[in-house]
Nanobody, 122 residues
Framework: QLQLVQSGGGLVQAGDSLRLSCAAS????????VAWFRQTPGKEREHVAT????????DYADSVKDRFAISRDNAKNTVTLQMNGLNTADTGVYYC???????????????WGQGTQVTVSS
């Protein structure tokens, strides 16, 4: 069982930045594409960003493109989501997830982190 442990998150003001991290328990992490999703109560889980196995390809939701950056360091079994220019619409619980390919649908992912709260105040 691949374990994903998240860190980061918190309460920030609009315009601020945050960095979220996702650390995997196994070296096989490098065999998986990794995505970030976010969820707000009453809404469906939303795709935020995805990175390929070797980090040479990324995919972003239109709402975060040019503000967020996903990266990975397979030598350290970590994936990072750098979030800049945060606004109140970015508020939610953020999850990292690992899957075989770069999917946008949450049901395609097999392994999930525990989630971390990001709250952006105006």
């Amino acid at each position: 069982q691949l374990q994903l442990v998240q860190s980061g998150g918190g309460l920030v003001q609009a315009g601020d930045s945050l960095r979220l991290s996702c650390a995997a328990s196994e070296r096989t992490f490098s065999s998986y594409a990794v995505a970030w999703f976010r969820q707000t109560p009453g809404k469906e889980r939303e795709h935020v960003a995805t990175i390929s196995k070797n980090g040479d390809s990324t995919d972003y939701a239109d709402s975060v493109k040019d503000r967020f950056a996903i990266s990975r360091d397979n030598a350290k079994n970590t994936v990072t989501l750098q979030m800049n220019g945060l606004n109140t619409a970015d508020t939610g619980v953020y999850y990292c997830a690992a899957g075989l390919l770069m999917y946008r649908n949450s049901y395609r992912y097999d392994y999930w982190g525990q989630g971390t709260q990001v709250t952006v105040s105006s």
